[in-house]
């Protein structure tokens, strides 16, 4: 009952940047985690991004081949999450999937994932 959209993906060249979006919706009461993964041409999916939330427990994590290039940030009003990719390479180029975790009204415990946006790095 929770649906994820993500929007913002596309082609862009060498060194430049994008920002990739997804929001949730549905029957949220609340979210522990948001994140971004990736998936390369056949290669398995990888954590790129997440942010962990909640009393005494917020902070981001990052894998070691996007830190000081991307920065993963949250508007909880909206319950959508971001991913401001700078500096792209190649070796970028993958699928990117969102990932949402948390509680709906009914006390269930959820894991969403979206459909997957495409993000091309080339010249």
């Known amino acids: 009952q929770v649906q994820l959209v993500e929007s913002g993906g596309g082609l862009v060249q060498p060194g430049g940047s994008l920002r990739i979006s997804c929001a949730a919706s549905?029957?949220?009461?609340?979210?522990?985690?948001m994140g971004w993964y990736r998936q390369g041409p056949g290669k398995q999916r990888e954590l790129v991004a997440r942010?962990?939330?909640?009393?005494?427990?917020?902070?981001?994590m990052y894998a070691d081949s996007v830190k000081g290039r991307f920065t993963i940030s949250r508007d909880n009003a909206k319950n959508t999450v971001y991913l401001q990719m700078n500096s792209l390479k190649p070796e970028d180029t993958a699928v990117y999937y969102c990932?949402?975790?948390?509680?709906?009204?009914?006390?269930?415990?959820?894991?969403?994932w979206g459909q997957g946006i495409q993000v091309t790095v080339s010249s």
């Open positions: 549905g029957s949220i009461f609340s979210i522990s985690a």
């Open positions: 990932n949402v975790a948390g509680v709906d009204y009914s006390g269930n415990s959820f894991g969403s």
């Open positions: 942010i962990n939330s909640g009393p005494g427990r917020n902070y981001d």
